[in-house]
């Protein structure tokens, strides 16, 4: 019921006391002319407000839209008789009317504040619902993984399919561009390592055998964990924010519009990067802990970088340096899945993006943790 804006003419009313009391409205009731009626209409309903109005005349009501029908409601609402009966109003003019009655009367109930117990009862409900919580995650994990897997088999199948720039541009910014802060951290562990051995060792007359100590716990165990850990705060992080940054502008609805699977174009590039890049990180960061821990054995212990190399040489077998190598495309496959099924995850909200981040690397180093112990008890079991 709108008018074009030449053509309105200003709004007016007309109130007639009595036993049957009336409201003449006249002109076009629209928001642009109501501005200075607002003022008027409420004294109407102040000064009558008592009345019993029985009839509401829209007969020379021109035009109508939501605003002027919240304005003549609240006015309706003020007066004791409850609703009048409308008289020559056409059936846009009521609807709007009933429209604004409803919307202004609705009750809006704010949900129940959730509220934990701290019996023995509670705790054993909030461990099962973590625990199926936990399940429902791993399912929906090992789901991602075989949708993973069939992207990445069918880009080898058809390497056309592969995006290669993709592939070289996420090898660069998680691979090549971490190499500095693993070599500076790496370094230091080493250092680190050498020297809590040189101390303890100290006591028996053995500090020779922090080279053996250095060796093992680089090569087998921290050299791999240490490495996938910096990737899962780095670039872990940074897959999720980067896929839910897209989710939120709606680009992966876009791909799927134009037939691109965010499967063959997000996740196998990164998957693969992070399987080919960090076993790279990982011997870089062997070398720069085991040069740590020799220069410590070098400044402190006198013991002379040639001898390090050759006691490292002959008392840590090389085996050592293979099964620490062995972990390191595992830990980037998972850090890569995790950190893409996340991603995909995101909301549109900006919460949404910083839980589903927090929950990628909370999962990532999870993750990172349980695969070395599984490993840990794999070459235990092979006698390594």
């Not at 409201?23 to 309903?45: M, P, S």
């Not at 003549?72 to 007066?79: K, Q, T, V």
């Not at 897209?246 to 680009?251: A, G, T, V």
């Not at 790279?280 to 400044?299: D, K, P």
Request: charged share 15%; glycine share 10%.
């Amino acid at each position: 019921m709108l008018k074009s804006g030449e053509h309105l003419s200003a709004p007016s009313f007309e109130y007639f006391e009595g036993e049957n009391a009336r409201l003449v409205l006249q002109g076009d009731w629209v928001v642009a002319t109501l501005a200075g009626l607002d003022q008027a209409f409420r004294k109407l309903a102040e000064a009558h407000g008592h009345d019993a109005l029985k009839q509401l005349d829209l007969t020379e009501l021109e035009s109508l839209d939501t605003a002027g029908a919240y304005l003549i409601d609240r006015a309706l609402r003020s007066f004791q008789s409850g609703d009048p009966a409308f008289v020559g109003a056409k059936p846009e003019a009521v609807a709007l009317l009933q429209q604004a009655r409803t919307l202004a009367t609705q009750e809006e109930h704010a949900p129940p504040v959730p509220t934990e117990g701290h019996g023995f009862i509670d705790l054993l409900e909030r461990t099962g619902r973590n625990a199926k919580n936990m399940w429902d995650e791993t399912l929906e994990t090992l789901s991602f993984f075989g949708a993973t897997l069939i992207a990445i088999s069918s880009a080898v199948w058809r390497p056309t399919k592969m995006r290669w720039t993709a592939l070289v541009s996420v090898m660069e910014d998680a691979g090549l561009d971490a190499v500095p802060i693993i070599a500076f951290l790496s370094f230091f562990v080493g250092m680190v390592v050498a020297f809590i051995g040189a101390t303890t060792l100290a006591q028996f007359g053995a500090t020779i055998f922090v080279v053996e100590l250095v060796g093992f716990g680089v090569l087998r165990e921290l050299g791999g964990v240490l490495v996938a850990i910096i990737i899962a705060g780095r670039t872990n992080s940074a897959f999720t924010a980067q896929i839910g940054a897209m989710k939120m502008r709606q680009e992966i609805d876009a791909m799927q519009t134009l037939g691109l699977d965010p499967m063959h174009v997000i996740v196998a590039p990164r998957v693969l990067a992070m399987m080919i890049m960090v076993p790279v990180l990982t011997f870089i960061g062997m070398l720069t802990a085991i040069a740590g821990g020799m220069t410590v054995g070098w400044l402190i212990l006198d013991i002379n970088p040639t001898v390090f190399f050759n006691r490292l040489q002959e008392n840590v077998p090389i085996d050592q340096f293979w099964i620490g190598m062995s972990k390191a495309p595992v830990f980037g496959l998972a850090i890569a899945l995790i950190g893409c099924r996340q991603g995909l995850e995101v909301g549109g909200s900006v919460q949404s993006l910083g839980h589903h981040t927090t929950k990628s690397v909370v999962q990532a180093l999870f993750s990172i943790i349980v695969i070395d112990a599984c490993f840990a008890l794999f070459y235990q079991e092979l006698g390594l």
